[in-house]
């Protein structure tokens, strides 16, 4: 089988390698049909990340069930499914309470499309091998296109993430979204505006981006970040640049949350001080992956959300090489 491997900034190509196999009665094998890039592949394949090749990149998709193991009960051969990004037991004191990304099972961070997590493959291949797919699998909506949602194993949730349940604590709050890495900060302010914000700013220098925050109903700001923006209660840091980071903790109110979906590769000097005195609570990490992957596919199925503006182009899964060099921040691989 063909698996898309990263070699170097810009370079990926196709190389084969043995078929995965079921190995566990609670394992399944699925046929990625629409996957796409999370902004980390985006900043790796641009060379701006320790990750060096060859490794088989990809860790967003939905995929056609092909075979399930025989203790595997809530899926068969055929169903359309979101793949987590992350390998969890399902079982675990973290998997059984809602953070499988930090499974205790599994080797720290183990996950699919980078090196050194172990060798679980990408989602840019013709197959995939997954653990415990009772948990690690999430039922497509049929009303629900596969391409519009290629992102629902880890970009979408984590902007759900992000947002809506900062939103129940305080509704009507205004939220600010530092841009930068791609599509994670739009489905944040996609999310937000739909969760009932009374304001949502995004600020970002990319004018791509903006006009799509635009397009979702944003205050759009462009232009390099200020040292503080004003006086947030829910704020995103999607920028994977310090001095936007560094305005995003200046502007959260007393009090408030700030969340970090990461891009910062060395040390950042952070205002402790300032932030302790106005109780800033900041989080930064990965995100908890599939327990939010259900709750993000139904505000689409309802038509709460529509992911497809940040989508850059939908093309045949055979382009992918020259799709994903090109470096467009959304773009959607597609089988027949």
Not at 32 to 61: K, Q, S, W, Y
Request: with cysteine; charged share 20%.
């Amino acid at each position: 089988m063909r698996e898309l491997v990263f070699l170097a900034p810009r370079q990926l190509d196709w190389r084969e390698r043995a078929e995965p196999r079921i190995t566990s009665p609670k394992d399944a094998l699925v046929r990625p049909i629409a996957a796409t890039t999370c902004d980390l592949d985006r900043l790796i394949i641009r060379g701006e990340t320790p990750f060096r090749g060859p490794f088989a990149i990809g860790h967003e998709c939905v995929a056609e069930v092909v075979a399930v193991g025989e203790a595997v009960t809530g899926f068969r051969a055929g169903d359309r499914v979101v793949v987590n990004w992350h390998i969890s037991c399902g079982h675990c004191p973290h998997c059984t309470t809602r953070r499988p990304n930090a499974c205790l099972t599994h080797q720290p961070g183990a996950m699919y499309g980078l090196p050194g997590l172990g060798d679980w493959g990408g989602m840019f291949s013709d197959l995939l091998r997954v653990v415990e797919a009772d948990t690690a699998l999430t039922m497509l909506p049929a009303s629900v296109a596969p391409a519009i949602v290629a992102s629902a194993g880890d970009n979408l949730p984590f902007a759900w993430e992000f947002t809506i349940p900062h939103l129940a604590e305080a509704p009507g709050a205004e939220v600010l979204v530092m841009g930068g890495c791609g599509s994670i900060a739009l489905y944040a302010v996609m999310f937000a505006l739909a969760g009932g914000a009374a304001r949502v700013e995004y600020r970002d220098t990319d004018h791509t981006r903006l006009e799509i925050a635009s397009h979702y109903g944003a205050d759009v700001v462009e232009g390099p970040p200020p040292r503080r923006a004003g006086a947030f209660p829910i704020v995103v840091d999607a920028s994977a640049d310090q001095a936007s980071l560094l305005c995003a903790l200046r502007s959260v109110a007393p009090e408030g949350i700030v969340s970090s979906v990461g891009g910062h590769f060395g040390d950042v000097s952070m205002p402790l001080f300032e932030m302790y005195q106005r109780g800033v609570r900041f989080y930064t990490g990965r995100g908890r992956g599939g327990p939010n992957v259900a709750e993000a596919l139904e505000w689409v199925a309802q038509g709460l959300v529509d992911p497809a503006p940040v989508i850059s182009c939908i093309a045949p899964f055979d382009e992918a090489p020259a799709v994903l060099a090109g470096g467009l921040m959304k773009p959607v691989l597609i089988r027949s």
